[in-house]
């Protein structure tokens, strides 16, 4: 199926990778890099936790560690080759269907790439929007960090204004009839995660789909960091260029 079918929405298909099904996915998933930035002590716990075992924490760079020696950059260039070791495309020019369950409820979700054409962070009126003011004095370490990485861990989510419920609802609603991909408790009593393929040609189409006028006129993305508390949004792959490491 050809990417421009979802060329009037910004996001489209991508190929994420998943750990082992014997794999400690508890270790594998942290939090986003922008989240505890003044409480080291998290990320000490998280460390501890982790241990020698595979992770997306050797994958980011915590903001609490700012700014970052260079050899910092190198070790975790190092993490995610060694990662592609243990790692197997767990959707291939498909979506992941997401499910977080916390102490406040379920969280729905659909993980997917960004058509990065239709992304602008300085206000102008394209498809994906920011909704805050980006901070310029962290894009250095940013970039560091992905100059030359062979995997992705975006730790961006956009917000789908979608009221009639038209692109992920069904899909749950039909999760029985997907394939499972993970099933398994967030570190740091975060929740419960579980995730199913979405490959299928009708599924692809089905969300690209044009909407009905009432629908269509209001519903757009807008790209948020994690910390922002929605029922319903996108995890993102920021490059899609490059396989992604599909992280909750």
């Not at 790209?223 to 949004?233: E, H, K, M, N, T």
């Amino acid at each position: 199926m050809s990417n421009d079918l979802f060329a009037g929405i910004g996001v489209v298909p991508g190929t994420f990778l998943l750990p082992r099904p014997d794999a400690d996915w508890t270790a594998w998933a942290c939090v986003a890099c922008d989240q505890y930035t003044s409480e080291p002590e998290y990320w000490q716990r998280v460390d501890t936790l982790v241990g020698h075992q595979p992770s997306t924490l050797r994958l980011i760079l915590p903001e609490c560690d700012l700014p970052a020696p260079p050899e910092r950059i190198d070790a975790i260039h190092a993490a995610m080759r060694d990662a592609l070791n243990v790692l197997h495309p767990g959707v291939t020019e498909g979506f992941v269907l997401l499910e977080r369950t916390t102490s406040t409820g379920k969280r729905l979700g659909l993980v997917c790439c960004v058509d990065l054409e239709q992304y602008r962070y300085d206000g102008a009126k394209t498809l994906i929007r920011p909704t805050e003011e980006t901070v310029a004095s962290r894009l250095p370490a940013r970039l560091a960090v992905r100059n030359g990485a062979p995997l992705e861990s975006s730790h961006v989510m956009l917000l789908l204004d979608d009221p009639q419920r038209t692109v992920i609802e069904p899909l749950y609603a039909r999760r029985d009839q997907l394939s499972p991909l993970y099933d398994f408790d967030l570190m740091q009593q975060s929740g419960h995660a579980r995730g199913w393929a979405v490959t299928s040609d009708a599924d692809k189409a089905a969300i690209a789909a044009p909407r009905t006028p009432a629908a269509a006129s209001c519903t757009s993305w807008r790209a948020i960091p994690l910390w922002a508390r929605s029922s319903r949004a996108v995890t993102v792959n920021i490059r899609p260029s490059c396989p992604s490491a599909a992280r909750s």
